[in-house]
């Protein structure tokens, strides 16, 4: 599809815009680097914080995805670095990386009037996975999380990826200082959303995966429903719970078991929804692709967001 001479230009406009900026780390190390988008005005504005993937940073050329979308809603913006790279301890979901995006909110809250109802979070893949965990650990912080392709579960992953011959097995070792035996599992699993997700009930989050994902792509989608079951149980919808069975099916057979119900009509999607459920603030859909995310619907979900 091509964009209008429109949409070319706000994409333009929001690349100019966008700028490279240093916030000081609170966990320690040097200041870390972010790009930022000021829709400029009085305010208030509502703030997305948007994460990079796992083996991107700061620089990513998501940023100006997000950017591009921020500036047609007059939306502010940060892309935090949140140690780079998932390549060392000091990245991979650890402390430091965690109160690196808070520091990146707070740092954006004294940049602009910010509305305090409308703080967003998102990111894809790897940057999917770090939503959830933030959205654990600081759950009171956001209005709505859109977690796109994540990986819930890093032991797992690293047996993924290991049964794939990726790259990912490597990176995990590099982060926890070998694979998830005895003496690590404890550690893969405290930087895992999948074990926190059940005690954060009433907290909007979006999960979204490419059915094919595990197949043409690197994160099974076992991660986002078996995520979206933990939420489904923090917010005591224990019936909405996706059974074991088919996400096993839907993992390894890439569609979706027909006792499950049609899928629902979403205009949004550019891609054909495949399943869809609720359960409470949070809903985990499935759509025809791969390891992508899709901005648009993204972005339609969470402008409906508010508190």
Do not use: I
């Given at each position: 599809m091509r964009l209008s001479i429109l949409c070319l230009a706000v994409l333009a406009a929001a690349a100019q815009d966008l700028r490279e900026v240093e916030i000081?780390?609170?966990?320690?190390?040097?200041?870390?680097?972010?790009?930022?988008?000021?829709?400029?005005?009085?305010?208030?504005?509502?703030?997305?914080?948007?994460?990079?993937s796992w083996s991107g940073d700061y620089k990513q050329k998501d940023a100006n995805d997000y950017a591009s979308r921020c500036a047609a809603r007059g939306w502010?913006?940060?892309?935090?670095?949140?140690?780079?790279?998932?390549?060392?301890?000091?990245?991979?979901?650890?402390?430091?990386?965690?109160?690196?995006?808070?520091?990146?909110?707070?740092?954006?809250?004294?940049?602009v009037r910010v509305d305090d109802s409308r703080v967003y979070l998102a990111g894809g893949s790897g940057g999917g996975y770090m939503s959830l965990l933030m959205a654990a650990r600081h759950p009171k912080a956001w209005t709505a999380v859109s977690a796109w392709v994540p990986i819930s579960d890093l032991a797992a992953w690293h047996g993924d990826s290991v049964k794939?011959?990726?790259?990912?097995?490597?990176?995990?070792?590099?982060?926890?200082?070998?694979?998830?035996?005895?003496?690590?599992?404890?550690?893969?699993?405290?930087?895992?959303?999948?074990f926190w997700l059940g005690r954060i009930p009433g907290v909007s989050i979006e999960i979204s995966a490419g059915i094919h994902d595990g197949h043409a792509g690197s994160v099974p989608v076992r991660h986002s429903l078996q995520a979206f079951n933990e939420l489904a149980r923090a917010n005591e919808k224990f019936g909405q719970a996706i059974p074991e069975a088919a996400i096993v099916f839907m993992t390894d057979k890439e569609k979706v078991p027909e006792e499950l119900g049609p899928p629902p009509s979403d205009a949004s999607y550019p891609k054909a929804v495949l399943?869809?459920?609720?359960?409470?603030?949070?809903?985990?859909?499935?759509?025809?692709?791969?390891?992508?995310?899709?901005?648009?619907?993204?972005?339609?979900?969470?402008?409906?967001?508010s508190r």
């Open positions: 000081p780390a609170s966990a320690g190390g040097p200041a870390q680097k972010a790009m930022w988008f000021d829709p400029g005005g009085s305010g208030p504005v509502p703030l997305l914080v948007a994460l990079h502010a913006m940060v892309f935090p670095d949140f140690r780079g790279p998932n390549l060392r301890p000091e990245a991979g979901g650890s402390d430091a990386a965690v109160s690196d995006v808070m520091d990146a909110l707070a740092w954006a809250k004294k940049q794939a011959k990726r790259k990912y097995a490597d990176d995990l070792e590099k982060v926890f200082g070998g694979p998830p035996g005895m003496s690590r599992l404890e550690e893969y699993r405290r930087r895992s959303p999948l399943f869809r459920r609720e359960a409470g603030p949070t809903r985990v859909t499935l759509f025809e692709g791969g390891h992508e995310v899709l901005y648009d619907p993204m972005f339609a979900w969470l402008e409906k967001r």
